[in-house]
């Protein structure tokens, strides 16, 4: 250990009176700082990751759109062989209304092959009621309309049959085979699944939309495996979107929010460090016998610099350690009884976790020192520049 660490050292250990109280105040300034960045950090990475996973659950990967003269069978022949893909769910939508009595619902009906094993796997583990025949809806949409499995609604393609005159609409009254809930609001309160061949036969030759829903092995490289779809589709015919293109704007708007407090929980760290320079300021009034004894016996002015830079430094870091520790504790109880529950019918999650991240960690405790340094550096440059005759001739 050096010779200018050893005397800040002792100058922190041996603290008395108004000095002791001063430290103990910067100490905890930094502590109480660093845990509030931390865990607010961790509460905000923790919505975010949450958030991704219930988006993950029940949207595709990555979905893959025809437009014009495009064959949707294309897509499934020219993408299983891509290792990442899992699976792929083609599909046709169409805009239509439910009706029950005097309640209605504008949907989406996505027409697809109730017997392919993807639809089973994807879909059936959120059925919640009944069996996947007929006309299996979301529950937002049964809530609205009052329906329940067995009983029968009315279909209605507003632009179904064609006339002299214009469109009008065309019914159908079908029966609700299932009920199904993921959590998601554009799923439950717009989705409902019909079988393909009953729908084309309905709708016929109505507006609608292609394409095929993608479900790849490893969500999180859905931008690396959407080129690939992309390369082995060859055309343009095919617009493939991802589910992070998808949801861009929300998780841009997150991320900058996140980085926004970050810098305002920073200023904590800032005001905090106010306490470290007026520790310093007074341990320099202290200490200045000792400051003429060391630039006697030869120590330059910035051995003196160090030497407080030193003391700032150590509390800054110690500080730093107790709240990133302390905040790492918390964490874990927080996520072990799930404390912070939140309305689920709002935010998709029951609870809120606690997620502290290694990058956040990096840089509270890089910007805590960097502070500190800040803080230090005023009252060792003056305490650098005391005159040694001075100094003795007062003494």
């Known amino acids: 250990?050096?010779?200018?660490?050893?005397?800040?050292?002792?100058?922190?250990?041996s603290v008395k009176g108004s000095t002791l109280?001063?430290?103990?105040?910067?100490?905890?300034?930094?502590?109480?700082s660093v845990c509030a960045i931390l865990l607010t950090l961790g509460v905000f990475t923790g919505f975010q990751d949450s958030l991704k996973e219930k988006i993950l659950a029940s949207?595709?990967?990555?979905?893959?759109?025809?437009v014009g003269d495009a064959d949707p069978k294309e897509i499934e022949e020219r993408v299983r062989g891509i290792p990442e893909v899992?699976?792929?769910?083609?599909?046709?939508?169409?805009?239509?209304?439910?009706?029950?009595?005097?309640?209605?619902?504008?949907?989406?009906?996505?027409?697809?092959?109730?017997?392919?094993?993807?639809?089973?796997?994807?879909?059936?583990?959120?059925?919640?009621?009944?069996?996947?025949?007929?006309?299996?809806?979301?529950?937002?949409?049964?809530?609205?309309?009052g329906v329940r499995v067995g009983e029968t609604a009315v279909l209605v393609f507003p632009t179904g049959i064609r006339t002299p005159t214009g469109f009008i609409p065309k019914t159908k009254e079908v029966r609700i085979g299932g009920i199904f809930e993921t959590g998601a609001y554009d799923r439950d309160f717009v989705i409902v699944f019909m079988k393909e061949r009953e729908a084309r036969k309905f709708f016929r030759r109505g507006f609608k939309f292609e394409g095929a829903e993608i479900y790849i092995r490893d969500p999180y490289r859905a931008q690396e495996v959407k080129e690939e779809v992309e390369k082995a589709l060859r055309s343009n015919l095919y617009i493939v979107r991802s589910w992070i293109d998808l949801n861009k704007p929300l998780?841009?708007?997150?991320?900058?929010?996140?980085l926004a407090l970050f810098l305002i929980l920073l200023l904590m760290?800032?005001?905090?460090?106010?306490?470290?320079?007026?520790l310093l300021f007074v341990k320099a009034k202290e200490k200045i016998r000792d400051i003429a004894v060391l630039k006697t016996f030869g120590?330059?002015?910035?051995?003196?610099r160090r030497i407080f830079v030193s003391v700032g430094l150590?509390?800054?870091?110690?500080?730093?350690?107790?709240?990133?520790?302390?905040?790492?504790l918390i964490a874990y109880f927080i996520n072990e009884y799930k404390l912070i529950r939140v309305p689920e019918e709002v935010y998709m999650m029951s609870y809120i976790p606690v997620h502290i991240k290694t990058l956040d960690l990096i840089a509270t405790f890089a910007g805590t020192l960097a502070l500190s340094f800040i803080s230090s550096l005023i009252p060792a440059v003056r305490a650098s520049k005391e005159n040694i005759v001075n100094i003795l001739r007062n003494e």
Request: charged share 20%; proline share 2%; aromatic share 10%.
């Open 1 to 13: 250990m050096s010779l200018h660490l050893r005397i800040a050292l002792r100058y922190l250990i």
């Open 21 to 32: 109280l001063i430290t103990l105040i910067s100490f905890f300034g930094v502590f109480l």
């Open 59 to 66: 949207a595709p990967h990555l979905i893959v759109s025809a």
């Open 86 to 145: 899992k699976e792929v769910l083609p599909f046709t939508l169409y805009s239509a209304i439910l009706a029950k009595e005097e309640r209605l619902q504008p949907i989406t009906v996505k027409a697809v092959d109730y017997r392919d094993r993807a639809f089973k796997d994807l879909i059936g583990k959120y059925l919640v009621k009944g069996k996947l025949e007929d006309l299996v809806i979301g529950k937002g949409v049964a809530d609205v309309l």
């Open 251 to 258: 998780f841009n708007a997150l991320q900058l929010e996140k």
């Open 269 to 278: 760290v800032f005001v905090a460090s106010f306490n470290i320079t007026s």
């Open 299 to 304: 120590m330059e002015s910035s051995g003196i």
């Open 314 to 328: 150590t509390i800054g870091f110690l500080g730093a350690l107790a709240g990133i520790v302390t905040s790492f």
